[in-house]
């Protein structure tokens, strides 16, 4: 999945209607559809991650999501494993 702004689409569809209107021609689909090619994707959203805390038999506690594993007193310490950044809430 890719992710984009609204604003970016919103430009890149306001210069699609002005090419169009500049080549004298109809404003339609094919128009949004090319403009769409140049929306830049934003590359720093990953989607949210849930996870908790799994205690080990050896004393230690495991994140679900990673297995990232640490004392107790760590765990306690952090609500997101320090290892994925999965939310432990």
């Not at 609204?6 to 094919?30: G, M, R, S």
């Not at 038999?57 to 765990?75: L, R, V």
Request: net charge negative; proline share 4%; with cysteine.
């Amino acid at each position: 999945m890719k992710y984009v702004k609204l604003d970016d689409i919103i430009t890149q569809i306001d210069k699609a209607e002005i090419d169009a209107h500049w080549d004298n021609e109809v404003f339609n689909a094919e128009y949004i559809i090319e403009a769409l090619d140049f929306v830049p994707y934003i590359e720093d959203i990953r989607p949210a991650i849930k996870a908790h805390w799994i205690e080990t038999n050896e004393h230690k506690h495991q994140c679900s999501h990673c297995y990232f594993t640490t004392n107790p007193w760590t765990a306690s310490f952090y609500n997101y494993c320090p290892n994925c950044g999965a939310s432990m809430r």
